[in-house]
């Protein structure tokens, strides 16, 4: 018995070390989101509705319709119990969502060259507030989600 619980907990910490890395990996891809111009391959209305069709999602709880909106890497490496895992703390702590206050869109990957669409938003809550980091493919797949 013992053994099943530290498989399932190292199971768990392999899960969440991913999960780390990508958001890491994703975070410095996305550096200069903010600062950038929106890439020709996307319309700027485009990018945000499909932000917050994904930020409603997320106050929903509906984790696998986020998953789903995702390219085949965020399909395959993350579930929605991990999904729920990780995001259900935030809005246990923040409450009902009020509207989004702040919302910057940008192009993503200085480095690489590759378009992204990408998104910041401000969400208030209740009791307090939660940042999404957004980004979409240029097939306005979900390639990143990041909340803090």
């Given at each position: 018995?013992?053994?099943?619980?530290?498989?399932?907990?190292?199971?768990?910490?392999?899960?969440?070390?991913?999960?780390?890395?990508?958001?890491?990996?994703?975070?410095?891809?996305l550096t200069g989101c903010?600062?950038?111009?929106?890439?020709?391959?996307?319309?700027?209305?485009?990018?945000?509705?499909?932000?917050?069709?994904?930020?409603?999602?997320?106050?929903?709880?509906?984790?696998?319709?986020?998953?789903?909106?995702?390219?085949?890497?965020?399909?395959?490496?993350?579930?929605?119990e991990d999904f729920r895992?990780?995001?259900?703390?935030?809005?246990?702590?923040?409450?009902?969502?009020?509207?989004?206050?702040?919302?910057?869109?940008?192009?993503?990957?200085?480095?690489?060259?590759?378009?992204?669409?990408?998104?910041?938003?401000?969400?208030?809550?209740?009791?307090?507030?939660?940042?999404?980091?957004?980004?979409?493919?240029?097939?306005?797949?979900?390639?990143?989600?990041?909340?803090?």
């Amino acid at each position: 018995m013992q053994r099943m619980e530290k498989g399932k907990i190292a199971q768990g910490k392999k899960k969440g070390i991913f999960l780390l890395t990508l958001c890491v990996a994703w975070i410095l891809v996305l550096t200069g989101c903010g600062g950038s111009k929106l890439s020709e391959e996307f319309e700027e209305e485009s990018v945000k509705e499909r932000a917050m069709e994904t930020v409603g999602y997320f106050n929903e709880r509906d984790y696998q319709a986020i998953i789903d909106m995702g390219n085949e890497e965020m399909r395959n490496g993350i579930t929605a119990e991990d999904f729920r895992a990780a995001s259900d703390p935030y809005l246990d702590k923040c409450g009902e969502f009020k509207e989004i206050s702040k919302t910057v869109v940008g192009n993503t990957d200085q480095k690489t060259g590759e378009n992204y669409g990408g998104v910041v938003m401000v969400g208030k809550y209740e009791s307090g507030q939660i940042q999404f980091t957004i980004a979409f493919n240029e097939q306005m797949e979900l390639v990143q989600f990041i909340i803090r």
